[in-house]
């Protein structure tokens, strides 16, 4: 098929790109001992897009086959002239589109489906005869693999595989009020296939004991004071800021509909402690969660520095919006399937740490919270956000006190980041998410701890 494409491709002399994508994925979910969940699926086919005068046109098909090559190549650039029929924007070829080469050295591998119900049971079993004050209890296992080639009419060839694998356990209890608490925690996983991180269930045995530590703690929990205070925001709830409440907002589509950073560029929107970059494949000297080499539009990636010192200094591109910015593209534009169009989307999106201890940016605070969990989140172009908060302590006399129940922490993210004065010299990442941008996409996010003031809700 490779060769098919590249003479499909020859004499184009516009941009156009074809992608050849499989996507894997095994799927397990046992809830309160009952096999509720056990899929697994395999796509494969066809994305073209062929770029003229300002206007994509883009066509995809099931089949891989010769016929199938020529075909959606054909066919998108038949869509593009029908759409610069109705509407022309008459604007230059994409000059800043470079041919780019990799090849994935490893291989693929999977992994029965007997292995994940088997490892998913064996978790189950434990939580069930270990810890008895539950009222459910699941545990969830996501395999997954998504597999590209990549060739444009410049002369990009690029093959990619982005495994990923992840095991997801959830407890809940009842508490002395008859309410119920509940929380989840990712037991380890990454890039990589499940053989990589999962060879036997009792590894994650302590986890699971951290986890139910933490429910029982919550149960005992108490309300925050609602307001504006001094809190403490663990790692995985400043990835969570990086990309729902900044990220979004440097995306060069939503800066070109309005988002607030449109007339931010050069400016301080953030304490000099904070820089962000939506990393491509390496982060802090090691790979990155989910790292990216060669875009679907064939640009070779490259880290995208977002903020440096407080300062926006740039935005996430694809490149048409490149050019029209005078940006240089970093490989921004993704698509999740062969059927999806390529959209200006993050890839490992992360605050940079700072020079503080945990411990001590803890002690610094009187009175305040450490807030360590959040379950979702939800934020505008205007940077707007709310993140429900699922796991936290106050802060009393700096020293941690009693748990905390759900609350939520909301505000505009740029404001809140100017009052940052302390950041943990560690990063966590958090993988296993997905970014719903009109399409799912896999992606990673963030950040060391930050201590900052920030609304928070009460009962």
Known sequence: MDDYIKRALEGVTDH????????????????????????????????ARFYKDGVWG????????????????????????????????????????RAAQFTEARPFRDTDQKTLTDFARALDAYIETTY??????????RANCIEKTLQTSEGTFAYQLFPRTYVIAAMSMETADGATVELFDVLGGGEGYFADYYSDPSLLYPAL?????????????????????????????AGMVAHEAVGHTVEADLVLAGSVAATNLGKQVASPLISLTDFAHTAFGKRAPLP???????????????????????????LESAMHFGMEPAGNARAYNFSDEPLVR????????????????????????????????????????????TMGYEIKNGKLGRALRDTTISGVAFNMLKTVDMLSDTVSWDFAGYCGKKQPMPVSMGGPAIRCRVNIGGR
Do not use: W
Not at 19 to 47: D, E, K, W, Y
Not at 63 to 92: D, G, M
Not at 348 to 369: C, F, Q
């Open 292 to 318: 990216v080499f060669v875009d679907d539009e064939g640009t070779e990636c490259k880290d995208a520095v977002i903020i440096k010192d407080g300062v926006l200094v740039g935005y996430m591109n694809n």
């Open 346 to 389: 993050m890839r490992n999106t992360a605050l940079h740490p700072g020079k503080d201890k945990l411990e001590d940016m803890i002690a610094s605070v009187e009175d305040g919270y450490y807030l360590t969990k959040t379950q979702n989140g939800q934020a505008d172009t205007t940077g707007e956000f709310m993140f429900g908060i």
């Open 58 to 97: 883009f066509a995809s098909d099931s089949a891989c086959t010769p016929e199938s090559a020529a075909a959606v190549i054909a066919a998108a650039k038949e869509n593009a002239a029908l759409l610069h029929s109705r509407r022309p924007k008459n604007k230059p070829a994409l000059t800043n589109a």
């Open 16 to 47: 156009a790109e074809v992608r050849r994508q499989t996507m894997r994925g095994r799927n397990v979910s046992v809830v309160s001992g009952n096999l509720v969940g056990n899929a697994s699926f395999v796509t494969h086919g066809l994305g």
């Open 209 to 237: 004991d951290k986890l139910h530590g933490e429910l029982a703690a919550k149960r005992e929990g108490v309300f925050p004071s609602a307001g504006e205070r001094l809190c403490i925001i663990d790692s995985e709830i």
């Open 132 to 141: 008895k004050d539950l009222t459910s209890r699941s545990v969830m296992i």
